[in-house]
């Protein structure tokens, strides 16, 4: 069976330090991944996406980015943390022309 | 408008009780239809998809309306155990790899 593994589940960070977030999926070849960004009592917005190994696509301009170094790994960074990055990051998966998303444990970053 | 509009809630209900959420859409060309549950400072969780026809799973009925573009879920007997919040999703690209998610309603069930 397929799984999604996020980490950590929680980080807090001083403003103007660098991020990174991990994601891998297993059980599955070549699945679509995504990162979202909930920030608190709001909905999901789609950062970016990927179909591919190296193919990210991004929704939302900002000082964030993805990177997809392997099939199953998407990585989420920053160089420089804004108060404004706090959230609740969640990565995601689906099959090959499947609609349907699976999500990670998330993981809740505080910029302090 | 917003792609995907749904009523923040919170809905209080007592046990038992039988309550309704409606979304709405904006494309209308959309393809699919899903019902996702998010639990407090938890990940989203597929619910149910939503098919023309309109489908049940036990307690929860969903249904889709393409003439005016809405669909909606319905919980019969409400558990405390639905207590959460219910996130509308429908793809809008035709690729179908992009889903964009509702604000989701909030659902409170009360002893």
């Known amino acids: 069976s397929q799984t999604i593994h996020q980490w950590p589940a929680t980080l807090v960070q001083p403003v103007g330090s660098p991020l990174s977030l991990e994601c891998t999926v297993e059980?599955?070849?070549?699945?679509?991944l995504y990162w979202y960004r909930q920030a608190a009592g709001r909905g999901l917005q789609l950062l970016f996406y990927?179909?591919?190994?190296?193919?990210i696509s991004s929704e939302v301009p900002q000082n964030l980015s993805a990177s997809r170094p392997q099939d199953r790994q998407f990585i989420l960074s920053s160089k420089k943390l804004l108060l404004s990055d706090s959230g609740f990051y969640l990565c995601?998966?689906?099959?090959?022309?499947?609609?349907?998303?699976?999500f990670g444990a998330g993981t809740r970053l505080s910029v302090l | 408008r917003k792609e995907v509009e749904q009523d923040p809630g919170p809905f209080n209900v007592p046990e038992g009780a039988t309550v309704a959420f409606n979304c709405t859409y904006s494309?209308?060309?959309?393809?699919?239809f899903f019902w996702y549950r998010q639990d407090c400072r938890k990940e989203p969780k597929l619910l149910m998809s939503?098919?023309?026809s309109g489908n049940e799973d036990g307690r929860f009925t969903a249904q889709l309306n393409r003439a005016s573009q809405y669909i909606s879920l319905l919980i019969r007997d409400s558990k405390l155990s639905d207590s959460a919040t219910y996130l509308c999703?429908?793809?809008?690209?035709?690729?179908?790899?992009?889903?964009?998610f509702g604000g989701g309603t909030r659902l409170m069930v009360k002893p």
């Open positions: 995601a998966w689906s099959g090959i022309g499947g609609n349907i998303q699976y």
């Open positions: 494309n209308s060309a959309s393809q699919s």
């Open positions: 990927s179909v591919g190994i190296g193919q």
């Open positions: 059980g599955t070849s070549n699945p679509n």
């Open positions: 999703v429908v793809n809008l690209d035709n690729a179908g790899n992009m889903l964009t």
């Open positions: 939503v098919y023309s």
